[in-house]
């Protein structure tokens, strides 16, 4: 995108933000390019660094001089540690969605009951309606724990984060590097359960969200004990004679600039194989493409294919280009064409004849997941959540009865995968999971992360095809707003636009409220009294999603 419009703008302007660059001429993207720094060399908080070792043992951290000292340490084992060593607000950190749930089971066993406290009481209703009565985060919520991941729907996501900050009761939360992308939380104590892929960039990124500035000197008055984060390393496994490694990337604040990107003028490929070499020098070659004026149709279709990334979904773009473009002459308003309907229409142009490289867009090419995304996309999505969770075990069901073993498999991708669906295949990924062996709590919970996947995948994946459908001319502008918005209303469209989900639309047009919102002329979301009063009424995860969007006229 910089490139491109340098080429158009050569006058641009670019901002940069970040706290971790080494060297700023790492990111010119030509030897010409001249960037201007600014940079604060002071850092105002300075963590202190444990270590809990697997045999019981504490140490503290001294990054000036590389140097451990052993502490005295009651705790025997690292929840009793964790609980031992908290405050009020403590991120425990893990890595993958999987081992995040499992934490959260196995220390949810080490925290007390909370009874008669409503605010988590009204949490737990809310769930229990808009989720599941089995959703493990209600299970958790119980014993003052929220556990968020990438995997969860973006919604529950955000609206657990909110609860985490509003609720004192709440003091645990067990995460990823999701939480890096969310809001700022009041984390006041950082426990770290896994330092896969950590480096020092990323462990400096992680350590900032604990005792934020704006946490530290609020309008309650000044904390300057917080300017001393606490990080607690809890290692998962022995180290011999030795630390964490880890830890030890913490006595620099300067950490070396991995350039990965082929296009820097900073990039070297010269420890690169011949087929790494290759595979740049064709991104390379891709990208100055795109800025080269078109002769023809087929170089134009090529384009399209670059800039949608589509191009990455076959294995050899030349030949999709001049199977795809004898198809689309082929079709030419034909009956055979109009007769599909839209994923039988993407089988068609994207899937029949190709060698695609996507593990997950392939599926497509099997009638059964074509009709069940059919079935998904026009119309589970208007369903509220706890009904689309209730189909998905439903569903689920049906399938662990299969007669056919290879039907109880169903697709989770690497995150959560645990089989192969075909044995016999070699080198084929565990990304299935044979649902005959999961009983009904497991299932649940595996919906409502199916859920997030399949909503991800239409967005991400397969809606860039129906895209390039309607670009094509391909498609009418109907077919194209009902699979992407679910409606052919252009009010409910400029909703979904704003940020509000199918399902909530659907909620807001039975209960009869669409008239009661609009967009002003800055294309904010606003809404009348009515509305209003209509609001209070809701549950509250329902009033946290429109409180996030909506504003009210004045006087209201």
Excluded at 66 to 71: C, I, K, R, S, T
Excluded at 230 to 248: A, C, D, E, L, S
Excluded at 346 to 360: A, C, P, T
Excluded at 459 to 468: A, G, R, T
Aim: glycine share 2%.
């Amino acid at each position: 995108m910089i490139s491109k419009n340098l080429k158009a703008k050569p006058d641009q302007k670019v901002i940069y933000l970040s706290p971790l660059i080494e060297d700023i001429a790492n990111l010119r993207l030509s030897e010409d390019q001249k960037i201007e720094t600014h940079n604060i060399k002071f850092n105002i908080k300075e963590p202190e660094i444990f270590e809990f070792t697997t045999d019981a043992r504490k140490f503290q951290f001294n990054r000036f001089i590389n140097q451990f000292y052993e502490l005295h340490n009651i705790y025997q084992n690292k929840f009793k540690y964790i609980i031992g060593n908290s405050k009020k607000k403590n991120f425990i950190f893990e890595s993958s969605p999987v081992r995040i749930e499992n934490t959260a089971k196995e220390f949810s066993v080490f925290l007390p009951n909370i009874t008669n406290d409503s605010d988590i009481s009204e949490v737990i209703q809310v769930l229990k309606s808009e989720v599941h009565e089995e959703f493990y985060g209600i299970t958790y919520l119980k014993h003052g724990l929220i556990y968020l991941h990438g995997k969860l729907p973006d919604i529950i996501k955000e609206y657990l984060e909110s609860k985490f900050r509003e609720l004192n009761s709440v003091n645990f939360l067990i995460a990823n590097t999701v939480i890096l992308e969310g809001i700022n939380l009041p984390f006041e104590v950082l426990f770290i359960l896994n330092t896969y892929r950590l480096q020092g960039k990323e462990l400096i990124n992680l350590i900032g969200r604990v005792n934020r500035l704006n946490e530290i000197f609020n309008s309650d008055g000044v904390e300057l004990e917080k300017l001393l984060p606490r990080v607690h390393f809890i290692n998962n496994k022995k180290y011999v004679n030795t630390h964490n490694g880890k830890i030890q990337l913490l006595r620099s604040r300067v950490f070396k600039d991995e350039i990965q990107n082929p296009t820097l003028k900073s990039y070297d490929d010269s420890k690169l194989s011949d087929h790494e070499k290759e595979k740049n020098s064709k991104l390379k070659d891709d990208e100055e493409f795109l800025f080269n004026p078109t002769t023809n149709e087929k170089d134009k279709l090529k384009q399209y294919l670059i800039e949608s990334g589509i191009i990455h979904y076959y294995r050899d773009i030349d030949s999709f280009i001049e199977l795809f473009s004898d198809k689309i002459i082929e079709l030419n308003n034909s009956q055979f064409w109009n007769n599909l309907d839209m994923l039988e229409r993407i089988n068609y142009l994207f899937l029949e004849g190709y060698e695609i490289s996507d593990y997950e867009f392939i599926r497509l090419s099997n009638e059964p997941a074509r009709n069940y995304y059919s079935n998904y996309i026009y119309r589970s999505r208007k369903l509220s959540f706890n009904q689309r969770i209730l189909n998905q075990v439903r569903y689920f069901e049906s399938l662990a009865n299969n007669p056919d073993p290879q039907r109880r498999k169903l697709y989770f991708g690497d995150t959560y995968g645990e089989e192969r669906y075909d044995t016999a295949i070699e080198n084929s990924r565990p990304a299935y999971i044979n649902l005959s062996r999961k009983d009904k709590t497991e299932k649940v919970n595996l919906a409502v992360v199916k859920l997030k996947m399949e909503d991800d995948f239409i967005s991400y994946k397969l809606n860039k095809f129906v895209i390039m459908l309607f670009d094509y001319n391909l498609i009418s502008k109907d077919d194209y707003n009902l699979f992407i918005y679910g409606t052919y209303d252009e009010k409910k469209i400029s909703l979904t636009k704003s940020g509000l989900t199918i399902n909530l639309i659907s909620k807001l047009d039975s209960d009869n409220q669409l008239k009661n919102i609009d967009f002003d002329p800055f294309n904010n979301l606003i809404a009348n009294p009515e509305f209003k009063s209509y609001l209070e009424d809701l549950n509250d995860l329902h009033r946290y999603e429109l409180n996030k969007y909506i504003q009210f006229t004045a006087g209201t």
